[in-house]
């Protein structure tokens, strides 16, 4: 049985000092794609919607499963040479970036690409569950078990992602294939909605009854309630019948929706016919998304409903007013540049010493020690040194505790270090008087 996907996608602002969306959708009966443009790089709005641009263009096309999730790779790959390729045109974007979740329909199968810290859920039969893993440092100290799932929704750093899509070579996102079934709904956010809102309560509205543009309005509606501070876009789909009457018109939501219809009513009198696929609507979408494009060669595809929860923001005459007053708006950017680079270097620095406070047991020079710090890098910055070193050699260790060592000991504090240190010492010592043991064996 053919299937497809009915579909809603939904962008708001939020309640933040952001003047434009930095959030990008677009969603069809077969494809849907979402990025988060960085707030912390210049140029979010422009990364997003390059990349949604690049990565639609495999919307309308026919690939068998294993070729579509081939296809998608590869134009994400393309999306993020673009973004180098706009930064080298363009010094003013350099250092922009932006996270992406696409899904490709094909049969009934789905190809998903990820990276960043924008998620994908999925409802089957009832059950709630999240898709994505976040690239995110706080994503890192929670699968080292450092912190528990309730201190990573609170954690002052949940928002420092460290893998997104930036131009760089080594940006690899990850590709998987799953099975699309008849009654699965789907949900793909920024992190506008998940750094906000509790994930109960997520769930509590995707499982809910009503169509995808109902749960869309509501989830922008809680995270509105929620205070969120960032640029909130979701995009919920559900599996249905292939055969069943749908809408078959994509929408474009956040900066890309924006780039689209930033043009005048005398220029949209004379606008040739709309383009008729997907592939035409990415090309008119991607001559929008240079930072001074030229005049735009066809009206928009359908804007999402519900003008409440679509931005159309600060973008619409941005090209000339920059025109008009050049200087003015190059200092607006320094400025910005300036601001946000301050609130960066903040941010890093109440992440670091966070981490400053962290204490765990590992081996340092075959010697078992207490590290101050997390066992991380963040580059080529070690997040961790040894506060002190025992006169235990780690190959002398009972077999449980030596690679419980190599593998690191969480502590909760310095003193909950040394408590460890001095079991593992005493059980080395039961080890060197009884050898019987099973963990003693060398």
Known sequence: MPIALRFAARSNLGLGSKTRNEDSAYASPDMLVLADGMGGHAAGDTASATVVAEVMQLDGESWA???AAQQLRA???RANDRLRAEMEAHAETEGMGTTLVAFLLSGNKLAMANIGDSRAYLVRDGVFSQLTKDHS????LLDEGRITQDEAEHHPQRSMVTRVLTGREDDEPDISLREARTGDRYLICSDGLSDYVAGSTIEGIVTSQGSPGDIADRLIEIALKASTRDNVTVVVADVVDGNDPISTTPQIVGAAADRQMGRSEDDTQEQPQQPRTPAEKAAALQRETAPTPPPHQGPPVQHAPGEDYVDDGDTQGMPQLAEEKP???RWRWFALGAVLLAMLAAAGL???NWTQQQYYVGADKGKVAIFKGVPQKLGPISLSSVDST????VSTLPSYYRSRVNATMTA?????ASRIVENVRAELRKCQVDTSGSNCAP
């Open 65 to 67: 499963a294993d070729e």
């Open 75 to 77: 134009a994400v790959i």
């Open 390 to 393: 025992t006169d235990m050699a």
């Open 137 to 140: 440092f706080v994503q890192a």
């Open 350 to 352: 109440l992440g670091y």
């Open 412 to 416: 909760k504090s310095k003193s909950d």
């Open 327 to 329: 200087r003015r708006g």
